[in-house]
Structure formats: C-alpha cells, structure tokens
Nanobody
Framework: QVQVVESGGGWVQAGGSLRLSCAAS????????MGWYRQAPGKQRELVAT???????NYADSVKGRFTISRDNAKNTVYLQMSSLTPEDTAVYYC?????????WGKGTLVTVSS
C-alpha cells in the first residue's frame, strides 16, 4: 500500500520561506512522478509543481521563480522550497505520487501566510 506523508507546513509572514517535505513508501519512488498541489479555501485543488522520474520539472505560473521542487530518491522524499510567500499562497498543500495509472495522495499540510 502506498503511503504519502507531508510535513513542514505552518505559519509564516509574507515574504518568508518554508520548506515542505513529502515521504512516499510502498511504491517505486525513483520511477514515480512526484507533485505538489494546493487547495485554498473555497477553491479547487491546483497544480503547484511536479518532477518526473527523469528530472523534468513543471511549475505553475503563479509560483515560478519563487518555489523550487526537488527530489531525493535515496530518501524517497520530494521537497518544495517556497520563498517570497504571499497571503495568496495560503492553502493546504498536498503531495502526489504517480506511477503508471496509480496515483496516491497524502493528507496535506497547511501553509498559512499572514500579511
């Protein structure tokens, strides 16, 4: 069974930084596409960033230049370094692991950015 566990959320002032971590188990991590998504109150879940097994990275336009996704296959972990945070980044951040047609989600970690 695939398990996905996010950590690192919290409260930060606007302009600050946070690093989220996501550990996945029960899957072939190195062969998986890993992604971060977020859902703000009253809004749909949206893509933040993904990194493929081959290292191809994709960012949402809203986070380009501010967020960095990276993966450590030795630790089965993907990271999201977030900087220059704004209140609009406030959301529950979810980690996703996908291999083939199998997609698994974590329970999310809350990021709150105050102005």
């Amino acid at each position: 069974q695939v398990q996905v566990v996010e950590s690192g959320g919290g409260w930060v002032q606007a302009g600050g930084s946070l690093r989220l971590s996501c550990a996945a188990s029960g899957t072939i991590f190195s062969a998986s596409t890993m992604g971060w998504y977020r859902q703000a109150p009253g809004k749909q879940r949206e893509l933040v960033a993904t990194v493929s097994s081959g290292g191809t990275i994709n960012y949402a336009d809203s986070v380009k230049g501010r967020f960095t996704i990276s993966r450590d296959n030795a630790k089965n972990t993907v990271y999201l370094q977030m900087s220059s945070l704004t209140p609009e980044d406030t959301a529950v951040y979810y980690c996703n692991t996908k291999i083939g047609i199998i997609s698994s989600w974590g329970k999310g970690t809350l990021v709150t950015v105050s102005s």
